[in-house]
């Protein structure tokens, strides 16, 4: 058996929906993906340098000649 050359973009799974709620769920679908598309693709804001808590770790400690030296950084 061949798989069919253009397959269907919504299957019925379980249930008998009407040709209404098949439109009104092709509707929905069409809406939300055309504002997808122009909506504008914005970068997320970054933290200003006052909040961002990474400046307040630790890096790794070094071990060897000196190191006691190191570790109040």
């Known amino acids: 058996m061949s798989a069919p050359k253009n397959p269907p973009h919504l299957v019925v799974v379980r249930g008998e929906p009407t040709a209404e709620e098949i439109a009104v ?27 961002d808590r990474s400046r307040a770790l630790r890096g790794p400690l070094r071990p060897g000649p000196g190191a006691w030296r190191l570790s109040t950084r």
């Open 25 to 51: 769920l092709t509707a929905v679908l069409s809406a939300r993906a055309a504002a997808a598309r122009s909506a504008p693709a914005t970068e997320p804001a970054r933290p200003s340098g006052w909040r």
